[in-house]
């Protein structure tokens, strides 16, 4: 499965019953997938090795899936 | 150019005819729109624009004045949305539509009252802004849903405090493949309150069908994920085990032919199948939202508008509330449910158009109890008693917003015999109006008029005649209809084939929307040039052919096109360029040879 690098900002979604997403700079909201407790804080601005998975589907539907492959946290603003 | 004029009058009435819901052909019986109903005060939705608000102002004391009334707020949500309520009758409402406010407004409708034979106990029933905003009360004087199954396809579901009283069916848990389907997410147990929470128990909230029996499909993880794969055997399993309705408040991916298959599988076997449309704000529902025989649920707030979050456009066939919590919780669809970490029963307030969906689940769970069994009838009675919304060129509401009270009315009624026919009719021939690109067509029209005036002030020709027109018309615009219809049992491309453009043909063919540079090229015209120029007759086809897809690929070098292998960028610009100037050349080349040839 290709993987994608997205570097943004970790949000809090308030969509359903709510999910972990990373918002780019330029807008695009990926939703977090996978083991992405350590990146599950509001704020933390973060670059994401990942996946986008498009045999997965959410109750959340804000955007792209992403799977989290590896990550490094950026700045905790 | 009479002929010309003519053709071209007809596409754009047939345009204008589409954008009007009238279009539609059928019967409606939607509440609103009787005349028996009864109201005594009118809705005033001001336009939002930047600088209008003071203008606005203005118009409400001249209203206060002109016509002695007092506007007031809906509620604390409208005044962002300047939706106000004035007290007044039929003349007024008609005084208000004549006057010069009706420019400031968006709508100016009448705030009908709907009467109810029953209104629910639960306590927390009048914060359910989204049950009496689809007229729920008018569907519980007919039916609440009683012996119709509702699957829901989603995080599964926890029996809390406000379910005891509802009647479950036997599920089952995909993801950890056992019978029990408990929620340990909130989000299923949310959905299946909206679509059958105890109601009239004295506690908590009220659910639109309950009196239906739920069947729970848990395909989502505790973190709201799940594969394809899964969803896939939870559709079959609803369709192989009874169930009415399946809700699923789920998407996302790509398009399955697995997933399609199953739909279609528990389409055929009678069940209704509905989904939200997503939460991008794109334009453009999600899957399986957007898959044939799915109903495609978009999302509207406390004031009535789109939600701020609700995918619009394809694959969107109606609205239902979402809420909106972006001015407050209370925006949102109150429910109980579970805490996802504390795994306790909760009431909150979730929006989303996962919320949406379940509201329309519930009204076809009530209209399998009266007793509609085809799907396409379920859907049918749900579109056409939607209150419509006018000018939504967006496709934000589909048909309309929800009318349980519309529905279940339009349900009972036993139809007369050429009703029956109809539908039936319906049910294997539909049309549908949004997928022909109207504005398109008539752009291309005027073009092509444009340019075949150019080439009678080169030299006189018959353009008049029917091969000059035929090449025209292939050329540019295609057999349009045939890009709306849809014909039950028959795949969809063979019908786009036939209503497509000559350069729209590679894209039919492949099924990909981008433009295939074979076809959308000076490729096809040169070659009937070839063929064709020495055929006193023929040739005018030709040259008509030419002048056509000139005019289709200026339209689409207007709208930067994507072309296949090249892009959407300056390469893919200039190669729709190149080909209009060699489309215009092959035209002048064939008059050219004709005049000398004594046309």
Redesign the interface.
């Known amino acids: 499965m290709d993987t994608t690098t997205v570097k943004g900002t970790i949000q809090w979604m308030?969509?359903?019953?709510?999910?972990w997403a990373v918002v780019t700079d330029e807008g695009q909201?990926y939703?977090l997938?996978g083991d992405t407790a350590s990146l599950e804080k509001k704020g933390l601005k973060v670059q994401i090795e990942g996946a986008v998975?498009?045999?997965?589907?959410?109750?959340?539907?804000?955007?792209?899936?992403l799977e989290v492959k590896s990550y490094e946290i950026l700045s905790e603003s | 150019m009479k002929r010309l004029f003519l053709i071209f009058f007809l596409i754009g009435l047939f345009a204008v005819a589409a954008a009007h819901e009238g279009f539609q052909t059928g019967y409606s019986s939607n509440l609103a729109n009787s005349d028996q109903a009864e109201f005594e005060s009118i809705i005033l939705d001001f336009r939002e624009a930047p600088g209008l608000t003071r203008q606005i102002d203005d118009r409400l004391a001249n209203l206060a004045q002109q016509f002695n009334l007092s506007p007031a707020l809906n509620s604390e949500f409208s005044e962002a949305d300047h939706v106000y309520v004035v007290q007044g009758d039929r003349d007024i409402l008609q005084a208000l539509r004549n006057s010069d406010l009706a420019r400031f407004t968006e709508f100016i409708e009448p705030n009908y009252i709907y009467q109810s034979l029953f209104v629910p106990d639960d306590p927390d029933y009048a914060k359910q802004w989204n049950l009496q905003s689809i007229n729920v009360e008018g569907a519980w004087a007919q039916n609440r849903g009683s012996g119709a199954t509702v699957a829901v396809i989603?995080?599964g579901i926890s029996r809390t405090p406000d379910l005891q009283k509802t009647n479950f069916v036997p599920g089952y848990d995909f993801v950890n493949d056992r019978d029990q389907a408990d929620d340990d997410?909130?989000?299923?147990t949310?959905v299946a309150g909206t679509i059958a929470q105890s109601t009239n128990n004295g506690y908590g909230v009220a659910g639109i069908a309950y009196e239906a029996n739920l069947m729970p499909l848990k395909v989502?993880s505790a973190?709201?994920?799940?594969?394809?794969a899964d969803?896939t055997e939870a559709i079959r399993f609803a369709a192989d085990n009874g169930a009415d309705v399946i809700n699923m408040?789920?998407?996302?991916?790509?398009a399955?032919e697995l997933m399609q298959e199953a739909v279609e599988y528990a389409h055929s076997k009678g069940v209704v199948i509905v989904a939200?449309a997503?939460?991008?704000s794109s334009q453009s529902a999600?899957?399986?939202a957007k898959y044939r025989h799915v109903i495609g649920v978009s999302a509207f707030d406390a004031d009535g508008k789109k939600a701020p979050?609700s995918?619009y456009g394809l694959g969107v066939d109606i609205a239902a509330p979402g809420g909106s919590?972006l001015a407050g919780e209370s925006g949102g669809i109150l429910q109980e449910?579970i805490d996802?970490l504390s795994g306790k029963a909760q009431f909150k307030y979730?929006?989303?158009?996962?919320?949406a969906a379940p509201h329309v689940a519930g009204v076809a769970a009530v209209l399998k109890s009266i007793g509609i069994e085809a799907p396409e009838t379920v859907e049918t009675v749900l579109e056409y008693s939607a209150q419509k919304v006018g000018r939504d060129s967006s496709n934000a509401f589909g048909a309309g917003k929800l009318d349980a009270a519309a529905a279940a009315q339009m349900a009972t009624v036993r139809l007369p015999w050429w009703g029956q026919l109809w539908q039936f009719l319906r049910s294997l021939f539909w049309f549908d109006a949004k997928s022909i690109p109207w504005k398109d067509l008539l752009l291309r029209g005027a073009i092509a008029a444009a340019f075949t005036w150019l080439f009678t002030r080169m030299a006189r020709f018959p353009w008049q005649g029917n091969a000059y027109l035929i090449g025209i018309f292939l050329g540019a615009i295609g057999l349009f209809i045939f890009k709306g219809l849809h014909v039950m049992y028959l795949p969809d491309w063979p019908l786009r084939l036939v209503g497509s453009a000559i350069p729209e043909l590679g894209s039919a063919l492949w099924r990909d929307p981008r433009l295939n540079p074979v076809f959308a090229s000076c490729l096809i015209p040169l070659a009937g040039m070839l063929l064709l120029l020495s055929h006193r007759t023929l040739r005018w086809f030709s040259m008509g052919l030419a002048v056509g897809v000139a005019a289709f690929l200026s339209v689409s070098l207007l709208e930067s096109t994507y072309v296949l292998w090249i892009g959407a960028n300056a390469i893919a610009q200039a190669f729709i360029g190149v080909n209009v100037v060699l489309c215009l050349a092959i035209a002048a080349i064939t008059l050219r040879v004709a005049t000398s040839d004594g046309l």
């Open positions: 308030e969509m359903g019953s709510g999910t909201t939703e997938h998975r498009k045999d997965v589907m959410s109750m959340s539907m804000i955007g792209p899936i | 989603d995080t997410n909130g989000h299923g949310h989502l973190q709201g994920f799940g594969n394809v969803i408040s789920l998407g996302g991916g790509g399955s939200a997503g939460n991008e999600s899957y399986p979050y995918n919590t449910t996802r979730f929006q989303g158009t996962s919320m």
